[in-house]
Each structure stands twice: as C-alpha cells, then as structure tokens.
C-alpha cells in the first residue's frame, strides 16, 4: 500500500526558508522519479520539482527554478524540498508524488508565506 507523508511546512516571512520532507512507502522508492507538487487556494494543482531515480537530474516549474532545490535519500525512502528566498505566490499545500505512476494522494503539507 503506497503511502506518502509530507512534513515541515509552516508560517514563515517573505525571504524566509524551509525544508519540506516526503517519507514514502509501500513501493520501490529508489527506482521511482519523485516529484513535489503544489495547489494553491482556488488553483489547480502544479508541478513544482522532480528529481530522477538513478541520475538523481532535477527539473523545476519556472517560477521556483534557483530558490528550490530538489533532493533524496533512498536510504531514508525520503524526499525533500528546500525552499529559499519564499515569495507569498509560494503559498499552498504542498504535496509529493510518483512522477510517472498514479496513486493516492498524501494530506500535504500548509505552507503560508506572509509578513
């Protein structure tokens, strides 16, 4: 049974930093591309960053390319999202996912950017 839970969002000022963390399971976390996502208040869900399984490439949504990096720790069955130089448009619920598989949903995790 897939089950991903994400953690570490909060309330932080513009500027500010935070580490988003994934912790997945019931499927082979090290063969699977792992994406972060991302849905705003009254937006559609979207694709922020997604880091490979092997080659450990990274790809990011232009509007958080050189403030998020994207990374993972197979032995931890664990992805992560570090987020740099917030903005309040970075405001959401955000949440991780098999890049190429379906399967459900974790509960997210609120990140708030305001002063």
């Known amino acids: 049974q897939v089950q991903l839970v994400e953690s570490g969002g909060g309330l932080v000022q513009p500027g500010g930093s935070l580490r988003l963390s994934c912790v997945a399971s019931g499927f082979s976390f090290s063969s699977a591309a792992m994406s972060w996502y991302r849905q705003a208040p009254g937006k559609e869900r979207e694709l922020v960053a997604t880091?490979?399984?092997?080659?450990?490439?990274?790809n990011y949504a232009d509007s958080v390319k050189g403030r998020f990096i994207i990374s993972r720790d197979n032995a931890k069955n664990t992805v992560y999202l570090h987020m740099n130089s917030l903005k309040p448009e970075d405001t959401a619920v955000y949440y991780c996912q098999r890049r190429y598989a379906s399967g459900p949903w974790g509960r997210g995790t609120q990140v708030t950017v305001a002063s």
């Open positions: 880091i490979t399984s092997v080659a450990r490439s990274t």
